[in-house]
């Protein structure tokens, strides 16, 4: 066998650095990816986040010289917090599973600096490495599989035996040859609760999504969102946990590993209203440290307003008012309106004076359309309340 004493070697090494599961399998291209990639691609139902040039997505040979293996790591990270945020007057939201504790990118990315330290020093020839996690060319999950981590789930997640799909996966090209585990078929079976329970149908049923559907995907964008997903993240502001918390798979799965994963509650459970107007210092400090502050302050501050909307949270209607007046971003005011629409129960020709009036401050300042459109839908809704009460 080629290197098996050294493969050995680097399964106890990465089980003393802290890695939970590592396998190994070559470095051939992923070319049977191609044609199911492109129709996602036509179809519309890529994100944008993945790496463009599908050539060095499906070949290692274009991104490394020489690769002869792919090692893949994964750490399973926490479910459940040990304390809960304290109660307090004002509403919480909430970041999903996999953006708790520190960004799971410098978590990875250390794990594998300190492996590539150890297979250096174990190694009899000059090797050379190429560690990757999400924002790398691979596709993760395929590499994943075909190093014998786990099995590609309906969902499209890698689903490990031992930790479910609760796992951040990363991998290493190198110039070693090692003997490949086994790759693993589907275990899925007849079983679709993943794809019954997707709010929006974002999941395929073959183990691919329409991004563009994806919850986790809405959440992240910086525009407008769509009117048919806010009803639907609930009060999440960065992320979806569902598809994974209905797989049986993972049922009772809850890891605590590793200490730089462990959530900070007040952190990963926000309060929803000093989170509208926080400053871009406190934002940084506060969640910086977490994968989910990647896009900024404002996806997660037009998420905390529509939460709040969800929430029907009547007293943050003074500070939603403050933001759809003084807030410098088109976005935020738009949303802030939209809030403003869901939340009023009642006929109040006051608000609705000061929405047409913001609404002819945003038509005279070339505001596009579609931001308009939420002035306009607020309004309507408010003024429907003074027909119903007439009736």
């Not at 090692?71 to 919480?92: G, H, N």
């Not at 999400?134 to 590499?143: F, I, M, P």
């Not at 502001?237 to 509650?265: A, T």
């Not at 949303?335 to 004076?353: H, S, W």
Request: with cysteine.
């Amino acid at each position: 066998m080629v290197n098996a004493q050294l493969k050995e070697k680097i399964i106890q090494a990465s089980q003393e650095i802290g890695i939970d599961q590592i396998g190994f399998t070559t470095a051939e291209n992923f070319e049977h990816l191609r044609p199911s990639l492109l129709a996602q691609k036509a179809a519309g139902h890529t994100s944008g986040f993945e790496h463009q040039n599908l050539d060095e997505r499906l070949n290692p040979d274009l991104i490394f010289d020489q690769p002869r293996s792919i090692i893949a790591i994964a750490l399973a990270y926490p479910t459940k917090m040990r304390t809960r945020p304290p109660r307090t007057k004002q509403k919480r939201g909430h970041f999903a599973r996999a953006s708790w504790g520190a960004d799971y990118h410098q978590i990875l990315r250390d794990k594998m600096t300190q492996l590539i330290e150890q297979i250096t020093a174990l190694a009899d020839e000059s090797v050379t490495f190429k560690p990757m996690v999400d924002t790398g060319e691979l596709v993760d999950v395929a590499v994943a599989q075909r190093a014998g981590l786990g099995f590609i789930g309906k969902n499209g997640l890698l689903i490990t035996e031992k930790f479910g799909s609760f796992v951040y996966l990363g991998e290493i090209i190198t110039n070693i040859e090692f003997e490949p585990d086994e790759p693993q078929e589907s275990q899925c079976g007849d079983c679709t609760r993943c794809i019954d329970y997707c709010p929006p149908g974002a999941l395929l049923g073959d183990g691919r999504l329409n991004a563009q559907r994806c919850l986790s995907y809405q959440t992240q964008t910086k525009g407008l969102m769509p009117d048919e997903f806010r009803p639907l993240i609930h009060n999440v502001i960065y992320g979806c946990d569902i598809c994974q918390l209905v797989c049986p798979f993972n049922r009772g799965k809850d890891f605590h590993f590793h200490p730089e994963m462990e959530p900070d509650p007040e952190v990963v459970s926000p309060e929803l209203v000093p989170l509208l107007t926080i400053t871009n210092r406190d934002f940084k400090d506060r969640f910086g440290p977490l994968a989910g502050s990647w896009r900024g302050k404002k996806p997660l501050q037009r998420n905390a307003l529509i939460a709040l909307a969800n929430l029907g949270d009547r007293s943050a209607l003074p500070q939603i008012l403050a933001v759809l007046d003084q807030d410098p971003r088109p976005v935020i005011r738009a949303t802030a309106a939209y809030a403003v629409g869901r939340l009023v129960r009642e006929f109040n020709p006051e608000i609705v004076d000061f929405l047409q009036k913001k609404y002819q401050q945003e038509q005279a300042a070339g505001t596009p359309s579609e931001y308009l459109d939420e002035y306009q839908q607020a309004v309507l809704k408010i003024m429907a309340l003074k027909q119903n009460k007439r009736d």
